[in-house]
């Protein structure tokens, strides 16, 4: 294992916890002295730690850290697994850095923060892309710090998964932070507005599901409940509310302007599918 940061720390001490031998290695050796004193064996290099076992799992910052420090090292014949957040390019081109090198290759997105790891409970889990031979020789070991997900041969779509599942976060968190911004000072107790939003947005969610039927049909009216035109009409009743609440309405005016754009085109029976054809460029 390669990267002990705050997510490889939580990797290692749940394989540690289920009884797997483990060697590690991180650039800054403090970070890796807990781990010594409970058992793990740490190497001074990343050569060293590679050279320990067939599976090699990095998560360190970034691909640019994954470079630098897989360079010194001999892959011939490795498993490399890469849990380091990565745009699908990178995966993509690292996968075939990592076959040039005569090992094997799998990408890895996790969707869960480091306290999530080795609490089945939590729900978190990784999306894995790359060879799915190597994904089903290690299922096993890869499972024990969170939930598998495989997402396909191609090595860049563990990332893709990752980066669209956090960017559909991004805008939940934006439209929270709107809320929160509106009703800031008023007399209502934010902790009660908390559990409002959290079941308005659970409600909410399962609507993913009919878009996806719309885009896989293209027929974007198919069961739409709330037309785009009634959307849009209700448009000047919240920008006015931020207004006078004293609110910058810049978290959802990018939102309203594409579904201005959508509905100038003449998709009024339409529900809010085709402001993703809007963003294609
Ligand atoms: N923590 C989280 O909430 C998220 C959850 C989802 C997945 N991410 C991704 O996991 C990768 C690692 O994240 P992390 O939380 O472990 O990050 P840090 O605690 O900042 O640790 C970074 C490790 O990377 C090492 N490192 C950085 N640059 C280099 C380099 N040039 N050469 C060698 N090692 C490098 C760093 O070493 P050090 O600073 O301790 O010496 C840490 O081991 C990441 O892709 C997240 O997006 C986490």
């Known amino acids: ?16 916890a289920a009884g797997h031998p483990l060697t590690v290695w991180n650039r ?8 010594d004193a409970e058992g793990v064996r740490v190497t001074d290099s990343a050569a060293k730690a590679v050279a ?21 090292t001999d892959l011939t014949g490795k498993d490399l697994v890469n849990l380091t957040t990565s745009t699908p390019v990178q995966a993509r081109a690292r996968a075939e850095w990592t076959r040039e090198r005569g090992a094997r290759y799998l990408d890895g997105g996790i969707m869960a923060v480091p306290p999530m790891i080795g609490v089945p409970e939590a729900g978190g889990y990784a999306f894995y892309s790359g060879s799915r031979q190597l994904f089903e020789r290690h299922q096993e070991t890869l499972s024990v710090p969170t939930g598998t997900t ?15 599942l956090l960017s559909a976060m991004y ?39 009919q878009t996806a039927d719309q885009l896989r049909s293209g027929d974007y009216t198919t069961g739409v409940v709330s037309t785009l035109a009634m959307q849009v009409a209700g448009m000047p009743t919240f920008l006015r509310t931020a207004e ?38």
């Open 150 to 164: 495989y997402v396909g041969e191609d090595a860049g779509f563990a990332a893709l998964h990752d980066v669209a």
């Open 171 to 209: 805008g939940m968190f934006a439209g929270a932070a709107h809320a929160f911004a509106l009703i800031r000072r008023e007399d209502i107790d934010p902790t009660s507005l908390a559990p409002l939003l959290a079941d308005w947005l659970v409600a909410m969610a399962p609507a993913v599901h």
């Open 52 to 72: 320990a076992n067939t599976l090699v799992v990095v998560c360190l910052l970034d691909d640019a850290a994954v470079e630098e420090v897989l360079a010194g």
């Open 1 to 16: 294992m390669l990267g002990l940061g705050a997510m490889g720390t939580a990797l290692a001490r749940a394989w540690l």
């Open 28 to 35: 800054t050796p403090a970070r890796a002295a807990a781990l």
């Open 244 to 281: 006078q609440q004293g609110v910058s309405p810049e978290l959802l005016s990018p939102y309203f302007a594409l579904m201005r754009r959508r509905l100038a085109e003449g998709s009024g029976e339409e529900d809010l599918t085709g402001t993703i054809d809007l963003l294609l460029r």
